[in-house]
């Protein structure tokens, strides 16, 4: 039988509460650890106990960018997952299982004979040990591991990790439960297991999600200040950024609603203080208005929105690109914003630390835009450099003390005012949300009306002249196929482009990474360069294909669109282009 | 900076009020600026929030740092510019139907969190701004705009749901009293933790019911002798009074730790002034590896 090293999907199901996410995240880092490149991606429906709950770690030694459909290790903790994921296991793979929990058919299986069944007895090897029933995850790591031959000093390193702080006793169980599993499979498995691990040499990696690379970024680039409410998929962001508080001196508040969260955020910024908010789509709707507040008193401000399928409650625990249009046009009236879409961790932390230098230098309001599989997936990343983006703070003005009133809304000729915080003698003014003159106090007069709304508008031509990178492009220069995207969709369109190198199809991707302000000239130019271009978004109506019809009046040639909550397979990407070159 | 002897005419500013002849928000202004220039404020060392409605177009006409912000979201802004910079002078002022209607979710959770600021209540039992329609303190079967066969609902009793929710400073003050209310607002100030007055402001122009003369026969002022504000079920059946005769003065009063004093992150800084050039997020980092 042909060996397979370092590459391989293992998959785990069971129920809510098995405790199963945190198993895939331990082999995640023992994988990265090793020196290969991890996936991770969990789909549980909105319960806390019970459903059906499964996560995917896929291993290679090449950089990869999102999962396939197959595995070659199904952890089964119940019955469903046996039904669901059978046919999705390669011939050679193993279900493994414990026989006190399921009983496996021959025809909860389809009745396969090209894979094996192991069982292993999780709940009677951790009870032995002393361990609690959830430590069954333990063992069944450790059983995985042995099936996979690989070193088990890089389970001992990964357990004192995420143990330690529970004390010595507690990581010598998880230890020795690891093992019995690791051990009794391989005295046990008689046949043959064609993958296997063998650990590399590299750079010191990283294994991290969306929304903790977002937490880090805002760190780095000077939060002070976050408030939220919780809504899954962004309410991570609030609970990283709690527990790292006292490490790097911001504070996070638990607001009453999201309403309260955007202003909250609005007036720890208009203090001084860098500042953001973040939610799910439901939770901006709240917040709308609030955007409108902090452009209006051109207060700096970052959102973020992990999006989740809407409307309504929609799916919660799912994922889509639907919010698009929402955030780029939410709120009354008529005023810019910039909209970032990262595509990956490292990107959602970079920009990050950006979105905070772009608000305070531009006074405006930057809406990081992610969804669920962004946020909740995890991905080995190369280790984040963080002199990359620095801090870029904005010089206060220069006040007279003496001076009675400041022109803090002054109409400068790029647009930005000079700003003065509260406290600060000589820079009183009214942030105002009412239209208001240079000084903030309220005013009707069309000329101050139409002064400010030009003033706020000119701050976007200076920022689209600060961009650097507004898009990114990922392949050859040239390409037979151009597959256009955004958002997390970018990193299924980087699997696929591997694909598709790999059978000797030439394409390439656009990733429009800013959405606002729009980088017209760019898009036009790398669209009229394209032979063929595929418009690639998980939403029902091509919300981005429409913004880029609005922009550059170009049309992509197709199309490839999916809406029912989960992302894309990079197959499903691979057999358009297929039948689209 | 020597504190020089303030007038309230140092807090004015080049615009005009826009409030009806007789109004009672005259009243509040006044009673604000007295308390501001009688504790020597410099105008640029408080901040001033406002929601929307009649009491926020104030937002014009006093010289400090202002943000006029959104109708009934004027108490978190105030507390996120509290939390930003702890040594500034926070203020928030609103309305009935700004802070008890659309606001009231914040209003109950603010006294809850206990941030060290002042809020200031114009509740004039109507709607001015948008001319005459029930607010949540109209009484039940007030006739107006909105409920022309009478106000249907109970009307929110503000005091009573104050000291329910948690506050540790409510007061009721009355407009047509401006030496009494400024004093309130100087205790307000004083009191560590989140202060609500409660302000009794007659609309001249919407509200013919609870005018200025109406009030004057009901209104008494609660003192040592008749009242302990340390006693919370006292404090309550004062805060239920209303009818033939109304309380002014403080309330209830409690000591407990404000929200700022419990943020272990504030203990010792402030976060306007921390220094952001040496955050290095690499020790974090190392335990995603």
């Known amino acids: 039988m042909k060996q397979v090293t370092n590459r391989f999907t293992w998959k785990i199901g069971g129920a809510a509460g098995d405790g199963i996410m945190v198993t895939g995240a331990m082999l995640g880092k023992i994988f990265t650890r090793a020196g290969l490149w991890v996936v991770d991606y969990s789909e549980y429906p909105s319960l806390i106990r019970g459903g059906h709950n499964t996560q995917v770690v896929q291993v290679d030694e090449e950089q990869i960018f999102s999962h396939d459909q197959g595995n070659e290790i199904l952890v089964a903790l119940n019955e469903e997952t046996v039904r669901l994921h059978a046919k999705e296991i390669s011939p050679n793979g193993v279900i493994i299982y414990d026989e006190e929990r399921l009983k496996i058919l021959p025809a909860m299986i389809g009745n396969r004979n090209d894979i094996s069944l192991m069982a292993v007895p999780f709940k009677k090897i951790a009870a032995d040990l002393g361990g609690k029933d959830i430590m069954q995850n333990t063992v069944a790591l450790g059983a995985s591991l042995g099936f996979l031959t690989a070193p ?137 208005e609030g955007l409108g507040l902090a452009a209006e008193t051109e207060t700096p401000l970052v959102v973020i929105n992990a999006q989740r399928p809407g409307p309504s409650t929609g799916m919660p ?97 790029n647009g930005i005012s000079p700003r003065s915080i509260p406290g600060q003698a000589g820079g009183i003014f009214t942030a105002n949300s009412d239209e208001h003159n240079e000084f903030g106090f309220t005013s009707e007069a069309g000329e101050d009306r139409k002064m400010q709304m030009e003033k706020r508008a000119k701050k976007f031509q200076a920022i689209s002249e600060y961009f650097s990178e507004p898009v990114v492009k990922y392949g050859p220069e040239t390409a037979d196929v151009t597959l256009v995207t955004w958002g997390s969709t970018t990193l299924v369109c980087q699997e696929a482009l591997r694909k598709l190198n790999a059978m000797g199809i030439n394409a390439n991707i656009l990733q429009i990474l800013y959405i606002l302000p729009f980088p017209t000239g760019l898009v036009t130019a790398n669209l009229k360069n394209s032979k063929k271009t595929i418009l690639i978004e998980n939403n029902f109506s091509a919300q981005l294909g429409g913004v880029i019809r609005e922009y550059t009046g170009l049309v992509c040639n197709e199309k490839l669109l999916k809406y029912d909550g989960r992302p894309f397979w990079p197959e499903e990407i691979v057999e358009f282009v297929k039948k689209n070159i | 900076m020597p504190k020089t002897v303030k007038k309230i005419s140092d807090y004015e500013t080049p615009m005009k009020p826009t409030w009806c002849p007789g109004c009672g928000d005259y009243g509040i202004w006044t009673a604000l600026r007295m308390a501001i220039a009688e504790l020597g404020w410099e105008p640029h060392e408080f901040l001033m929030v406002y929601g929307i409605g009649c009491s926020g177009n104030m937002a014009n006409v006093v010289k400090s740092y202002g943000f006029h912000g ?89 005091p009573a749901l104050a000291i329910a929710a948690g506050g540790t400073f409510v007061a009721q003050g009355f407009a047509g009293d401006t030496r009494q209310l400024s004093d309130l607002i100087k205790q307000g ?74 943020v272990s992150e504030l203990k010792n800084q402030n976060l306007l002034t921390e220094d952001l050039s040496k955050i290095d997020v690499s020790g974090t980092l190392r335990k995603y590896s």
């Open chain 2, 189 to 262: 100030i004083a009191h560590p933790g989140f202060a609500h007055i409660n302000v009794l402001q007659p609309c001249v122009t919407f509200n013919h019911h609870n005018t200025f003369s109406w009030f004057l026969k009901r209104v008494y002022k609660l003192d040592e002798k008749n009242h302990q504000p340390k006693d919370k079920i006292k404090a309550f059946q004062k805060a239920l009074e209303w009818g033939e005769k109304i309380p002014t003065g403080i309330l209830y009063q409690e000591i407990r730790d404000t929200y700022e004093q419990d």
């Open chain 2, 70 to 158: 959104l109708h009934g979201r004027a108490l978190p802004v105030a507390i996120g510019a509290k939390l930003a910079n702890k040594n500034l002078k926070v203020i928030a002022l609103g309305g009935d139907g700004d802070g008890y209607g659309e606001g009231g979710n914040h209003f109950i959770h603010s006294l809850r969190g206990n941030v060290d600021i002042t809020y200031i209540v114009h509740d004039n039992q109507v709607y001015g701004l948008t001319k005459g329609q029930m607010a949540p303190t109209t009484e039940k079967g007030q006739v107006t705009s909105s409920t022309p066969e009478g106000s249907i609902d109970q009307p929110i009793n503000p």
């Open chain 1, 317 to 413: 625990t799912w994922t889509e690109q639907g919010d698009l249009r929402m955030v780029m046009h939410a709120s009354q009236g008529d005023f810019p914003r910039v909209v970032v879409a990262p595509g990956n961790p490292e990107q959602a932390f970079y920009e990050s630390i950006r979105a905070l230098n772009l608000a305070e230098l531009f006074q405006t309001q930057v809406i990081i835009l992610t969804d669920k599989y962004l946020a909740e997936s995890h991905w080995t990343s190369e280790f984040f450099d963080i002199k990359k983006i620095k801090i870029e703070k904005e010089k206060l003005a220069d006040l007279r003390a003496n001076s009675d009133y400041f022109k803090r809304y002054l109409n400068t000729k």
């Open chain 1, 152 to 288: 088990f000093e890089l389970v001992e390193d990964v357990m004192h990790d995420t143990f330690d702080d529970k004390g010595e006793a507690i990581v010598k169980m998880n230890i020795d439960i690891a093992k019995a599993g690791y051990e009794y499979v391989l005295k046990n498995f008689k046949k043959e297991f064609p993958w296997r691990i063998k650990p590399k040499k590299s750079e010191k990696r990283i294994i991290i999600g969306g929304n903790d690379a977002i937490s880090l970024g805002l760190i780095q680039g000077g939060l002070k200040f976050y408030s939220a409410y919780p809504m899954t998929p962004a309410s991570s962001i609030l609970s990283t950024l709690a527990e790292l508080a006292p490490t790097y001196g911001h504070i996070t508040k638990h607001s009453e609603d999201e309403i309260s969260a955007i202003n909250l955020a609005i007036g720890a910024s208009y203090a001084g203080v860098r500042a953001a908010t973040g939610t799910s789509g439901g939770g901006f709707c709240l917040m709308t």
